[in-house]
């Protein structure tokens, strides 16, 4: 859906988090700082920090004062969780990168800065957006799942601990990436079967850009869900150093962008993906960087044009 032109906003509700990255180093508290960010632009800012127990309840108190848009401020993971409760109302929903890839505000357009951010959502174009979901949870960047979930744990643990803890949880990462199995997996992509053996498996809303880095979209309303499957080529008469050195490869490919000129990437697409397991009950799942434990089989879903967003990226 084309994104429709907008008056520049005076009112809104802003939900943070004070444990994003981009406040955990400012001596400023967050609320303050957005309330002078929104201010500057005669933009009264109703603030609530961010709280997955009562944040159905805040929204609703929110929702009830009329706000002209809903401001988020946070990570991906924050945003997804506001957004649920969002789909479905005409009150847009606007982002501002205050996490760590902030994926869905680069994909909108929003500048990276705080300040260049708010100025940018005040005035941002109105357009709707598809939502995934995986096992009735929803997402709007990407699920992953098989080693990369593992990963994300030791990663948070690694940002979070004492530098005394950081060469032991190094050494864990190491001896994962070293260690983690190959899993047989079927991947059924619109009723058609796919047997993989892979360490690592993506599931996009919305295929991902084929000239930028790989978690980047070009767009966000084709009603299509995206797989990219790490085709793992080792035997057991493979070394395993050699495996773990095709693992790295494609890593370094996904991130870079060139993965697309990668036999080993496998990429798939269609509107309704089941992955399911013979060995496997549960598994652990990433979901805009949030780790859930999913019965399988998995199913993924889309839902076109479900949410209404600023987007500064696309003026018309």
């Known amino acids: 859906m084309a994104p429709r032109p907008r008056p520049a906003v005076d009112r809104v509700a802003v939900v943070y988090n004070p444990r994003a990255g981009a406040f955990l180093s400012d001596r400023e508290p967050p609320a303050e700082r957005l309330a002078e960010l929104f201010g500057r632009h005669g933009v009264t800012a109703a603030l609530r920090p961010f709280d997955p127990v009562t944040v159905a309840t805040d929204l609703r108190e929110l929702l009830a004062d009329d706000p002209q848009a809903v401001i988020v401020a946070g990570g991906d993971g924050t945003v997804r969780t506001v957004a649920a409760r969002l789909e479905g109302s005409p009150v847009p929903l606007g982002v501002l990168p205050a996490g760590t890839v902030n994926v869905l505000a680069q ?8 300040e260049a951010a708010v100025a940018a959502l005040i005035t941002a ?3 709707r957006i598809d939502v995934a ?4 949870l929803p997402f709007l960047c990407s699920s992953t799942l098989a080693m990369t979930p593992h990963l994300g744990r030791l990663r948070e643990r690694l940002r979070g601990g004492a530098g005394w803890q950081t060469v032991p949880l190094l050494g864990r990462i190491a001896r994962l990436l070293w260690r983690y199995p190959r899993m047989p997996l079927t991947v059924t992509v619109d009723g058609t079967e796919h047997s993989v053996k892979t360490r690592l498996i993506v599931v996009a809303d919305n295929p991902l850009s084929t000239s930028k880095p790989f978690h980047r979209r070009d767009r966000l309303d084709t009603g299509r869900l995206a797989v990219y499957v790490a085709a793992d080529r080792g035997t057991l008469g493979r070394p395993a150093g050699r495996r773990l050195w095709d693992l790295l490869v494609i890593t370094a490919r996904l991130l870079d962008g060139s993965w697309q000129q990668d036999q080993r990437v496998i990429a798939l697409e269609g509107r309704a993906v089941e992955i399911s397991s013979p060995t496997l009950s549960y598994m652990s799942v990433m979901s805009d960087g949030e780790i859930s434990q999913l019965e399988l089989p ?12 600023l987007m500064p990226g696309s003026r018309s």
């Open 298 to 309: 998995l199913r993924y879903e889309i839902r076109p044009s479900a949410l209404t967003v």
């Open 107 to 114: 994909d909108l357009g929003v500048p990276a800065e705080l």
């Open 125 to 127: 174009p109105v357009g």
């Open 133 to 136: 979901s995986v096992n009735g």
